[in-house]
Structures are given as C-alpha cells and as structure tokens.
C-alpha cells in the first residue's frame, strides 16, 4: 500500500506566460499520488477555475507509474487537504483577477 508524503507540496508556474496557457495548471498540489490541479479558464464574466484530481501509482508487475480514479481511506484524508488548499488558491486567485 502507498504510504502518504506527510508534507503537501504546492508547485506553481514559472512565469504568466504559463500560467494563461490552457495546457498547464495555474497551481498544482501533490502530496504522495495524489494531486489537484487548478485550472483558469477564461469567460465573458472574467476568469473562473475547476480542478483536476488523480492518483498515481506504480504498478508493481511493470514498474510503469500509472494513474487510477480510486482512493483509499489514507488517499482520501490527503484528498480533502489538498482540496482545501485548492479551494483557498482558487478564491485567491479569482480575486486577483478582479483587480486587474
């Protein structure tokens, strides 16, 4: 069984350029394999964002890192704090975007 990172880790962006591309999340919070990714999309009423959510792990007959739709108990605990985390970056986020 996968055990979980006991630090998340938030990586954003380099520069603007990435962060208003549609091929890259604008944050991305991993802890273990699993991760939530925000994501900008850009409309009439200005920006809003949505969120992305896997898990990875190794398949030990292959060795090939592969990703999966479940969760167990331990993953679903690291789940609900990265979504916090997400969750506080998107509403930072949508009011940098109204101050613009």
Do not use: C, H
């Not at 591309?21 to 409309?43: E, H, I, L, T």
């Not at 060795?63 to 970056?89: C, I, R, Y």
Request: glycine share 8%; proline share 3%.
């Amino acid at each position: 069984m996968k055990q979980a990172v006991q630090t998340a880790q938030a990586a954003e962006p380099a520069n603007d350029e990435q962060a208003t591309s549609s091929a890259r999340p604008v944050k991305s919070f991993r802890q273990g394999g699993v991760k939530v990714d925000v994501w900008r999309n850009a409309g009439q009423n200005g920006d809003m964002y949505n969120t992305t959510i896997s898990n990875s792990y190794k398949d030990e007959t292959s060795g090939e890192w592969k990703d999966t739709k479940t969760f167990s108990p331990t993953d679903l605990a690291v789940l609900s704090q990265l979504s916090s985390q997400a969750f506080q970056a998107m509403g930072e986020l949508k009011s940098q975007s109204r101050g613009r």
